[in-house]
């Protein structure tokens, strides 16, 4: 389900609510998420879709969540080191690393739990 930036905007206003995780795989709608709250230190704006990562990061998302996390954690502390160092290039090269762990983990029969066993 879609929450329109809008609304977004009223939701974090209440206490308990301290950011949110954008998995809509649309680059120009998350750039907006993040032009409302870069300037708010108290709400955070994290992306799901792994193949936006260093596209959003660069932007000013406040991290990533992607699911190739679970299988390559070091790759992606890599890539958010990359991105905050304004490194683009080392950035991009990673980007295309985990876009093909991505790849292989999606197509294979079972998703993650096919690299459990």
Same mark, same amino acid.
């Given at each position: 389900? #879609? +929450?329109?930036?809008?609304?977004?905007?009223?939701?974090? =206003?209440?206490?308990? +609510? %301290?950011?949110? @995780?954008? #998995? =809509?795989?649309?680059?120009?709608?998350? @750039?907006?998420? +993040?032009?409302?709250?870069?300037?708010?230190?108290?709400?955070?704006?994290?992306?799901?879709?792994?193949?936006?990562? !260093? $596209?959003?990061?660069?932007?000013?998302?406040?991290?990533? %969540?992607?699911?190739?996390?679970?299988?390559?954690?070091?790759? *992606?502390?890599?890539?958010?080191?990359? %991105?905050?160092?304004?490194? *683009? !290039?080392?950035?991009?090269?990673?980007?295309?690393?985990?876009?093909?762990? !991505?790849?292989?983990?999606?197509?294979?029969?079972?998703?993650? !739990?096919?690299?459990? $066993?």
């Amino acid at each position: 389900m #879609s +929450i329109p930036p809008e609304a977004l905007q009223a939701l974090s =206003e209440h206490p308990r +609510i %301290v950011g949110v @995780k954008d #998995s =809509e795989n649309d680059l120009e709608r998350l @750039k907006t998420v +993040i032009a409302v709250f870069c300037h708010r230190p108290d709400f955070a704006v994290l992306i799901g879709p792994s193949a936006l990562a !260093t $596209q959003a990061l660069r932007a000013g998302a406040d991290g990533v %969540v992607p699911s190739s996390g679970n299988l390559v954690p070091r790759l *992606w502390r890599e890539l958010c080191e990359c %991105v905050g160092a304004e490194r *683009w !290039t080392d950035a991009a090269a990673l980007q295309s690393r985990l876009d093909e762990v !991505t790849r292989v983990y999606r197509n294979s029969s079972g998703g993650l !739990t096919a690299f459990q $066993q």
